[in-house]
């Protein structure tokens, strides 16, 4: 089975970055599709970006469409999320998966969710 471990999260101000990264174990995620989802205190969890296994394709939620960009290492086993021009409602646990049917279905997704990293934003 694959575990995920997300990090790179923290606080940040409006208008400021980040990057956070998706490392996985116990097999290869190379043949899989990719995405990053995010949870808002007392929201659902939501799709924000997914990528190909090839590395193309890649889809964002129109709420990040133009501020973050997803990629992939295959040979590191990591997925990235770069998040520029951050705001306040981009604040939530991001987590990273693989999507099962749909790339914006976080329900439906391979393996089992690691602990995200949560990413704060201030205004």
């Known amino acids: 089975q694959v575990q995920l471990v997300e990090s790179g999260g923290g606080l940040v101000q409006a208008g400021g970055s980040l990057r956070v990264s998706c490392v996985a174990s116990?097999?290869?995620?190379?043949?899989?599709?990719m995405g990053w989802y995010r949870q808002a205190p007392g929201k659902e969890r939501e799709f924000v970006a997914s990528?190909?296994?090839?590395?193309?394709?890649?889809y964002y939620a129109d709420a990040v469409k133009g501020r973050f960009t997803i990629s992939r290492d295959n040979a590191k086993n990591t997925v990235f999320l770069q998040m520029n021009d951050l705001k306040p409602e981009d604040t939530a646990i991001y987590y990273c998966?693989?999507?099962?049917?749909?790339?914006?279905?976080?329900?439906?997704?391979?393996?089992?969710w690691g602990e995200g990293t949560p990413v704060t934003v201030s205004s």
């Open positions: 998966n693989a999507p099962k049917v749909a790339y914006y279905r976080p329900d439906m997704v391979f393996f089992d």
């Open positions: 116990g097999r290869s995620i190379g043949s899989y599709d």
């Open positions: 990528i190909m296994w090839s590395g193309d394709p890649t």
